[in-house]
Nanobody, 116 residues
């Protein structure tokens, strides 16, 4: 079983920046894809960004050019640098890792609040 510990959420004014971190531990075989999702009140959880072992990244259109996902494989850690934050970025952000073969793990979530 994989455990995920997220950190870095908080409250910031519009235009500000935050950096989220997610460290994986436990029964790790291969963190094939690591990513971030978010869920705003009254809305479904949505993909923000993902990164695979080879460094290939994918972003939702709403965050392209403002958010950057990265990972340090030696530390089993994924980061999300969020710049130029907007009020609509307010949500609970969840870390996600996919080890393949159906082994998907979610973090507990971290709140990001952007005031306008």
């Amino acid at each position: 079983q994989v455990q995920l510990v997220e950190s870095g959420g908080g409250m910031v004014q519009a235009g500000g920046s935050l950096r989220l971190s997610c460290a994986a531990s436990g029964s790790i075989t291969s963190l094939r894809v690591m990513g971030w999702y978010r869920q705003a009140p009254g809305k479904q959880r949505e993909l923000v960004a993902t990164i695979n072992l080879g460094g290939f990244t994918r972003y939702d259109d709403s965050v392209k050019g403002r958010f950057t996902i990265s990972r340090v494989n030696a530390r089993n850690t994924v980061y999300l640098q969020m710049n130029n934050l907007k009020a609509e970025d307010t949500a609970v952000y969840y870390c996600n890792v996919d080890q393949g073969m159906g082994y998907v793990t979610w973090g507990q979530g971290t709140q990001v609040t952007v005031s306008s």
